[in-house]
């Protein structure tokens, strides 16, 4: 008796110790932060990691005692995975929600048999509310992260990158915010998805939206309400609400885009006619019927190069001295809007919008003549 004792101890102090020794790297990171995928590296083919390597810093920066809350449509990056169950060791705890589906079974298997046996605190969900729903959300919550300048608290991470290596081959946005309000609403939409998915009752989720006081905003999709839809889009709403178009500048960076959302195209012909300044960033592959619909907007649109990939989900809105970056992982599709759980999120902040604004040029730069 007395051995085993000795024995259990031994082995709970070494396992204590070997928690304590995974010591915690300080990141160094300036709020809000913004980052993208450089056009020029991937250009024929390249790849740009750096969103990755942020993410991991991130990871590595937090300590035990704190949460790590990750919500993902694909999932297939390993090194990312060890991070995470390296956090979990040291004592953080960390939470994941993976999408199962017919979509992304392929690339999250390995990851979901890794997750599934390591982590605590995962749950690999299908969204039935459709035979095509999904979960495709891309976004990370740390409840505190140590820096160079000290502890930051209630970071966000909304980015339209999965966690794949397609994803390092494609253009993408990553923003990293601190915000008390939004940080516990995006906590809250990951529960529901967790306690609604695991019961197999996500038909049942109900739309909520939330923002903070510096008027930044989140919408949770699907828009749904009472098992149906509910309400108008919510993109539409924001080019519908403009007073002043010839004051105003919109730009539209998404690489999908389908018919069912074509009223957003008409939005902008209008403002345009209106005396908008309008401009549209997509893929030389959008649906044919969206191509044809913003032909009205003349020499405005912008289609890349088949060497590249929009994954960028992002719009800016300038009205007068109001500037608003819109992102997340929401696709300018119906499925995106009524079936998908995803977030729409709104920031109100200059420094932000000229990051976007730059971004939005380069890539128009790299657009077919």
């Known amino acids: 008796m007395i051995r085993t004792t000795i024995v259990v101890l031994f082995l709970t102090l070494n396992t204590f110790q070997g928690i304590q020794s995974q010591s915690v790297q300080p ?11 450089d056009p020029q590296q991937l250009d024929e083919g390249g790849a740009d990691r750096s969103l990755l390597v942020q993410i991991k810093k ?3 920066a937090t300590a035990a005692g704190e949460e790590i809350t990750v919500c993902v449509f694909k999932f297939e990056q390993d090194e ?4 995470l169950i390296q956090a979990q060791n040291r004592g953080v705890k960390v939470r994941v929600i993976l999408n199962k589906g017919d979509t ?3 690339t999250n298997k390995e990851m979901k048999d890794l997750l599934s046996s390591q982590l605590l605190d995962f749950h690999y969900i299908e969204n039935k509310i459709s035979k095509k729903g999904i979960i ?4 990370i919550l740390f409840s505190e992260v140590e820096t160079q300048q000290g502890p930051l608290k209630h970071l966000v991470l909304q980015t339209s990158s999965n966690f794949q290596k397609k994803g390092a081959k494609k253009l993408q946005d990553m923003l990293i915010f601190s915000s008390t309000e939004l940080y516990y609403c995006y906590l809250d939409f990951w529960h529901q998805i967790k306690v609604l998915g695991t019961t197999d009752q996500l038909e049942h989720y109900q739309y ?14 699907p828009k749904r309400r009472e098992k149906e839809s509910f309400g108008k889009d919510p993109v539409l709403k924001v080019l519908e609400d403009i007073e002043q178009p010839s004051q105003t500048e919109i730009r539209f960076a998404h690489g999908k885009w389908d018919e069912n959302r074509e009223e957003l195209a008409q939005a902008l012909e209008k403002l345009q006619r209106q005396g908008a300044l309008v401009e549209v ?4 592959d959008v649906d044919k019927d969206i191509r044809k619909e913003l032909k009205e907007l003349d020499k405005h649109v912008y289609y890349l190069d088949d060497d590249y990939n929009m994954h960028t989900k992002f719009f800016l809105v300038r009205q007068g001295d109001r ?6 992982s929401h696709n300018l599709t119906n499925r995106s809007l009524r079936e998908n759980f995803e977030v729409l999120l709104k920031i109100e902040d200059p420094a932000i919008y000229q990051r976007y604004l730059d971004y939005f040029n380069q890539i128009k730069a790299v657009t077919l003549p």
């Open 80 to 83: 990312l995975a060890h991070h």
């Open 27 to 37: 990141v160094v990171l300036d709020l809000p932060f913004v980052l993208f995928t």
């Open 323 to 328: 500037k608003q970056v819109w992102t997340g």
């Open 58 to 60: 991130l990871v590595d």
């Open 136 to 139: 495709h959300n891309k976004f």
């Open 281 to 284: 960033v997509t893929n030389s």
């Open 104 to 106: 992304s079974k392929d």
């Open 208 to 221: 909520f939206s939330c923002s903070d006081q510096k008027n930044n905003q989140a919408y949770y999709l």
